[in-house]
T-cell receptor, first 114, second 119 residues
Framework: AQSVTQLDSHVSVSEGTPVLLRCNYS??????LFWYVQHPNKGLQLLLK??????LVKGINGFEAEFKKSETSFHLTKPSAHMSDAAEYFC????????????FGAGTRLFVKA | DAGVIQSPRHEVTEMGQEVTLRCKPI?????LFWYRQTMMRGLELLIY????????DSGMPEDRFSAKMPNASFSTLKIQPSEPRDSAVYFC?????????????????FGEGSRLTVL
């Protein structure tokens, strides 16, 4: 069965410290992987995507993620958190199963303390 | 590109009233999705269309909900009659999805959402 697991429902960091949001997936197909960010009262915005090219993917606002097939992980990182990074983050998997099936993680809310 | 456009952004209505939410996908995208987001249940897929045809409506809560896509540039989600438990943010998203074996990435583009409050 295909699934996406975001290991933390909430993450709290201090401004200027690193951010790590964890995501694991389970799939028998080769996935495309995405991270989306949702700020309060806004829609979901694409941060970055992996589509079988380079395993280290750089996104907007200084975020990056590394696809590790052996660990079935796609963790999101940022070296230094900013107050404006406080938001909800969704890890998403899309599988080409003959159509395209999209599976969302439950989301991780990031809090950034001054 | 204007992105995915949803209307209305906010709707407050009374129980029993009909609600119609509208979505204009990105031009050239051939898949359209309706999602519902609540604090309790998170993000739920209600229905999606490929080439204007409903493919999977298993997420539609009940017969009070219906969705149409009369052409490639417009879709509606209707709730009749509405109930307080339908209060949520409804998102529309679109994607360019080709036939199997195509090279598209499967990336979804979301609208800003329609916040529905049913009193």
């Amino acid at each position: 069965a295909q699934s996406v697991t975001q290991l933390d429902s909430h993450v709290s960091v201090s401004e200027g410290t690193p951010v790590l949001l964890r995501c694991n997936y389970s799939s028998s197909y080769s996935p495309s992987l995405f991270w989306y960010v949702q700020h309060p009262n806004k829609g979901l915005q694409l941060l970055l995507k992996y589509t079988s090219a380079a395993t280290l993917v750089k996104g907007i606002n200084g975020f990056e993620a590394e696809f590790k097939k052996s660990e079935t992980s796609f963790h999101l990182t940022k070296p230094s958190a900013h107050m404006s990074d406080a938001a909800e983050y969704f890890c998403v998997v899309t599988l080409n199963t003959g159509g395209f099936k999209t599976i969302f993680g439950a989301g991780t809310r990031l809090f950034v303390k001054a | 590109d204007a992105g995915v456009i949803q209307s209305p952004r906010h709707e407050v209505t009374e129980m029993g009233q009909e609600v119609t939410l509208r979505c204009k996908p990105i031009s050239g995208h051939n898949s359209l999705f309706w999602y519902r987001q609540t604090m309790m249940r998170g993000l739920e897929l209600l229905i999606y269309f490929n080439n204007n045809v409903p493919i999977d409506d298993s997420g539609m809560p009940e017969d009070r909900f219906s969705a149409k896509m009369p052409n490639a540039s417009f879709s509606t989600l209707k709730i009749q009659p509405s109930e307080p438990r339908d209060s949520a943010v409804y998102f529309c998203a679109s994607r360019q999805t080709t036939n199997p074996g195509g090279s598209v990435t499967g990336e979804l583009f979301f609208g800003e959402g329609s916040r529905l409050t049913v009193l």
